[in-house]
């Protein structure tokens, strides 16, 4: 990740000093998609792009059980992927690249573009070109006669707007290109001519096309023209549907439309004056993307993953495989030689990590609702599931999970537990109250206390006779030494949300966010009846977690990843060092010698080494001006500015358009010196092109953003 973090110290000052606590990289969990955005089929191996997951490799040979078999993570957003013998040719982001997959298991990258785009949306591979369609700018063409140095040599350029795909046929290309559809001539390759263009209603999102008609896909249906004359286009037919079509295809007199929102439509077009819907198959998690192959039709589902149908029969397609992977992990925890992570709405997985390099997934399983936070204790783990409540698995054998017990908490919802001595802790963080369940019996779970006074609980620690919860107004402090009866005993800072809370000693450590910026404070629980704050540590940015291993605390922020504090000295503490993990950091949990890191894509294991202590010296405030790349970008409604500021000054952030119109005020006013972050919210915009300024008196910047939607 690409980000700027600040930290700002309350009295007494923080002692910054270089790093003396090194994070080294042991191994990952790394089979986490990024949704699925399109498909493209190649005998028995099916190819997804799966946005910064780069392109995920299954074996569909079993079509009822797909199988992912390999992948080649992106160093840009993959969009779309073309496969021509063993190479694949991909749209990454700013860049075209060339990957290796003759070993389908291994692919290795041999090539990229010398340029870089805006946007790579789309990609077609035809004889020994390839033909990349750019978001905003237009279509480029390569010679791949040398695959590792894909070379350049054609180019058109289109008006202003957002391309969303390309279709190649003989020697034109139709692409779809904002608020219409251009046919391209691409005879020569160097000097591709714009010969024809249609008009559409809404954004031209794709096109198919079948000798002389194209069907062109919009938000308004699907336009069936006759091509015979790409220069004269004229419309024969027009289908209509209820949301927006993303992705069509045509075989036959079938005609496949993924629309928005969540399904199939297929339409026979044998009459293309008078089309027939035949069938409509829902599916869920934005279907983006579909790929014909005979009587299978392969949907890629952006929130969901690959689905397989059998569409033998057009007039009843049924679903008959499925491939799901988990987009982010939220949480992890630790046993023995065992990572247990809890994965949303894809349930739990548990990874054998004896040997941390290469961590071996050994148990998989899909709970029934939304899987928060898991807790292993001896041969039992303990789900907070969402409105599913509390779920007990027997991990026995971690290869064969099964469930043995629940509880319900409904209409209640079980967002984080804790479990000490047969009793697991249920907070909600939508309702309020702690739930205390007795769990001697695992297969008959039974609710034996509840405190009503904690509001919305975000965390829970116990330990000896109490619970420390962080919740939506303050640290409660619960007695629950008579855990039929529990106690709010005390409650620090009721005015402050509070998201994680960690214990070590006498010494608690809880996250805290508010509308300007979060952090951590550290309290002194000594007397768990009347808390004391010692310090706080001001972090730019929402989304805090922490974990402690004795005096060491790891605080690890959403956006702008892990910091690791010695706080031996409560009242003096010492920086050590930092993590950029590869994406957004969600939980975080350590033994001591490691950190293990539920993410974003990957649920990340590193090393710690403690090194010698270093000489100290103050965090310093930039030496000059600068407004930093935006990140990310492309973006998809959010993305993030940072700056830097020598002194302070009076200044404005603004976003323009490409009329050079202001679209949005981030900010306005006196800024002061040091490191900032803030957020550009592109949800009230339209999918385009904007330009970021900071203007002050001193100093003036742009960066362009392209907002994607």
């Given at each position: 990740?690409?980000?700027?973090?600040?930290?700002?110290?309350?009295?007494?000052?923080?002692?910054?000093?270089?790093?003396?606590?090194?994070?080294?990289?042991?191994?990952?969990?790394?089979?986490?998609?990024?949704?699925?955005?399109?498909?493209?089929?190649?005998?028995?191996?099916?190819?997804?792009?799966?946005?910064?997951?780069?392109?995920?490799?299954?074996?569909?040979?079993?079509?009822?059980?797909?199988?992912?078999?390999?992948?080649?993570?992106?160093?840009?957003?993959?969009?779309?992927?073309?496969?021509?013998?063993?190479?694949?040719?991909?749209?990454?982001?700013?860049?075209?690249?060339?990957?290796?997959?003759?070993?389908?298991?291994?692919?290795?990258?041999?090539?990229?573009?010398?340029?870089?785009?805006?946007?790579?949306?789309?990609?077609?591979?035809?004889?020994?070109?390839?033909?990349?369609?750019?978001?905003?700018?237009?279509l480029h063409v390569f010679d791949v006669t040398n695959p590792a140095l894909p070379l350049e040599v054609g180019l058109i350029r289109m008006p202003h707007g957002t391309?969303?795909?390309?279709?190649?046929?003989?020697?034109?290309?139709?692409?779809?290109?904002?608020?219409?559809?251009?046919?391209?001539?691409?005879?020569?390759?160097?000097?591709?001519?714009?010969?024809?263009?249609?008009?559409?209603?809404?954004?031209?999102?794709?096109?198919?096309?079948?000798?002389?008609?194209?069907?062109?896909?919009?938000?308004?249906?699907?336009?069936?023209?006759?091509?015979?004359?790409?220069?004269?286009?004229?419309?024969?037919?027009?289908?209509?549907?209820?949301?927006?079509?993303?992705?069509?295809?045509?075989?036959?007199?079938?005609?496949?439309?993924?629309?928005?929102?969540?399904?199939?439509?297929?339409?026979?077009?044998?009459?293309?004056?008078?089309?027939?819907?035949?069938?409509?198959?829902?599916?869920?998690?934005?279907?983006?993307?579909?790929?014909?192959?005979?009587?299978?039709?392969?949907?890629?589902?952006?929130?969901?993953?690959?689905?397989?149908?059998?569409?033998?029969?057009?007039?009843?397609?049924?679903?008959?495989?499925?491939?799901?992977?988990?987009?982010?992990?939220?949480?992890?925890?630790?046993?023995?030689?065992?990572?247990?992570?809890?994965?949303?709405?894809?349930?739990?997985?548990?990874?054998?990590?004896?040997?941390?390099?290469?961590?071996?997934?050994?148990?998989?399983?899909?709970?029934?609702?939304?899987?928060?936070?898991?807790?292993?204790?001896?041969?039992?783990?303990?789900?907070?599931?969402?409105?599913a409540g509390l779920r007990v698995l027997d991990i026995t054998e971690p290869s064969t999970i099964s469930e043995i017990g629940s509880f319900e908490t409904a209409p209640?919802?079980?967002?984080?537990?804790?479990?000490?001595?047969?009793?697991?802790?249920?907070?909600?963080?939508?309702?309020?109250?702690?739930?205390?369940?007795?769990?001697?019996?695992?297969?008959?779970?039974?609710?034996?206390?509840?405190?009503?006074?904690?509001?919305?609980?975000?965390?829970?620690?116990?330990?000896?006779?109490?619970?420390?919860?962080?919740?939506?107004?303050?640290?409660?402090?619960?007695?629950?030494?008579?855990?039929?009866?529990?106690?709010?005993?005390?409650?620090?800072?009721?005015?402050?949300?509070?998201?994680?809370?960690?214990?070590?000693?006498?010494?608690?450590?809880?996250?805290?966010?508010?509308?300007?910026?979060?952090?951590?404070?550290?309290?002194?629980?000594?007397?768990?009846?009347?808390?004391?704050?010692?310090?706080?540590?001001w972090a730019d940015y929402y989304g805090n977690t922490c974990t402690a291993s004795g005096d060491i605390v790891f605080l690890a922020n959403v956006m702008f990843g892990?910091?690791?504090?010695?706080?031996?000295?409560?009242?003096?503490?010492?920086?050590?060092?930092?993590?950029?993990?590869?994406?957004?950091?969600?939980?975080?949990?350590?033994?001591?010698?490691?950190?293990?890191?539920?993410?974003?894509?990957?649920?990340?294991?590193?090393?710690?080494?403690?090194?010698?202590?270093?000489?100290?010296?103050?965090?310093?405030?930039?030496?000059?001006?600068?407004?930093?790349?935006?990140?990310?970008?492309?973006?998809?409604?959010?993305?993030?500015?940072?700056?830097?500021?020598?002194?302070?000054?009076?200044?404005?952030?603004?976003?323009?358009?490409?009329?050079?119109?202001?679209?949005?005020?981030?900010?306005?006013?006196?800024?002061?010196?040091?490191?900032?972050?803030?957020?550009?919210?592109?949800?009230?915009?339209?999918?385009?092109?904007?330009?970021?300024?900071?203007?002050?008196?001193?100093?003036?910047?742009?960066?362009?953003?392209?907002?994607?939607?």
């Amino acid at each position: 990740m690409r980000r700027l973090f600040i930290f700002l110290s309350i009295i007494p000052a923080l002692v910054w000093g270089q790093d003396s606590l090194t994070f080294t990289h042991l191994g990952s969990i790394s089979d986490y998609w990024d949704g699925a955005k399109s498909v493209v089929v190649d005998g028995n191996l099916a190819y997804v792009a799966s946005s910064s997951a780069g392109i995920r490799i299954v074996d569909i040979s079993d079509l009822e059980h797909p199988s992912e078999i390999g992948y080649w993570n992106s160093t840009g957003s993959t969009s779309s992927i073309s496969i021509s013998g063993n190479l694949a040719f991909i749209a990454d982001g700013n860049r075209l690249q060339v990957v290796d997959v003759s070993d389908p298991t291994s692919p290795i990258p041999i090539g990229e573009s010398a340029n870089s785009y805006n946007y790579a949306v789309d990609v077609v591979s035809s004889n020994n070109y390839v033909y990349l369609a750019e978001s905003g700018n237009g279509l480029h063409v390569f010679d791949v006669t040398n695959p590792a140095l894909p070379l350049e040599v054609g180019l058109i350029r289109m008006p202003h707007g957002t391309c969303y795909g390309l279709t190649i046929e003989d020697s034109l290309v139709f692409l779809a290109y904002s608020d219409h559809m251009s046919v391209i001539d691409v005879s020569d390759p160097i000097s591709p001519i714009e010969i024809g263009s249609w008009p559409t209603a809404g954004n031209c999102r794709d096109v198919a096309v079948l000798g002389s008609k194209a069907f062109v896909a919009d938000c308004s249906g699907i336009v069936i023209l006759d091509i015979t004359d790409p220069g004269n286009m004229s419309e024969i037919g027009r289908c209509s549907i209820s949301g927006c079509a993303n992705s069509v295809k045509i075989v036959g007199s079938s005609l496949y439309v993924c629309a928005i929102p969540d399904c199939v439509i297929i339409f026979d077009v044998l009459d293309s004056s008078n089309p027939e819907q035949l069938a409509q198959l829902e599916i869920p998690g934005r279907a983006s993307d579909i790929f014909i192959l005979d009587t299978i039709a392969f949907v890629a589902a952006a929130d969901s993953g690959l689905h397989v149908l059998d569409v033998s029969t057009p007039s009843s397609p049924s679903e008959i495989g499925y491939l799901s992977r988990p987009e982010t992990a939220r949480s992890v925890s630790l046993s023995d030689q065992y990572i247990f992570v809890a994965e949303g709405l894809h349930g739990i997985r548990i990874a054998d990590a004896e040997l941390p390099g290469s961590p071996t997934i050994v148990g998989v399983y899909d709970t029934p609702g939304g899987a928060h936070q898991i807790v292993p204790a001896g041969n039992y783990a303990f789900v907070a599931d969402g409105v599913a409540g509390l779920r007990v698995l027997d991990i026995t054998e971690p290869s064969t999970i099964s469930e043995i017990g629940s509880f319900e908490t409904a209409p209640d919802n079980a967002h984080c537990i804790a479990y000490s001595d047969s009793l697991v802790f249920i907070g909600d963080n939508y309702e309020d109250g702690l739930r205390i369940v007795d769990v001697s019996n695992p297969q008959s779970p039974v609710e034996i206390g509840f405190c009503s006074d904690p509001w919305q609980i975000n965390s829970i620690v116990v330990a000896d006779s109490y619970a420390y919860l962080a919740c939506y107004r303050g640290v409660s402090i619960v007695d629950v030494s008579d855990p039929s009866a529990p106690v709010q005993i005390s409650v620090l800072s009721p005015e402050t949300l509070f998201s994680s809370i960690c214990l070590s000693g006498t010494r608690a450590y809880a996250t805290f966010e508010n509308s300007e910026l979060s952090g951590m404070t550290i309290i002194d629980v000594s007397n768990p009846a009347e808390p004391q704050a010692v310090r706080q540590i001001w972090a730019d940015y929402y989304g805090n977690t922490c974990t402690a291993s004795g005096d060491i605390v790891f605080l690890a922020n959403v956006m702008f990843g892990i910091r690791a504090f010695d706080f031996s000295n409560p009242n003096n503490g010492t920086y050590l060092g930092f993590l950029d993990p590869p994406e957004f950091a969600y939980g975080i949990a350590t033994d001591g010698d490691r950190l293990y890191v539920a993410g974003h894509l990957y649920t990340g294991i590193y090393g710690l080494e403690l090194l010698s202590a270093t000489p100290e010296h103050h965090n310093e405030i930039p030496t000059q001006f600068s407004l930093h790349p935006i990140y990310p970008n492309p973006f998809n409604n959010t993305a993030n500015i940072s700056f830097d500021l020598p002194r302070e000054v009076t200044g404005r952030l603004v976003v323009y358009d490409v009329l050079g119109r202001e679209a949005n005020i981030l900010y306005n006013g006196r800024l002061t010196s040091g490191s900032h972050s803030m957020q550009f919210n592109g949800n009230n915009l339209s999918t385009g092109v904007y330009f970021v300024k900071l203007e002050t008196p001193d100093f003036n910047a742009v960066q362009k953003a392209i907002l994607l939607k």
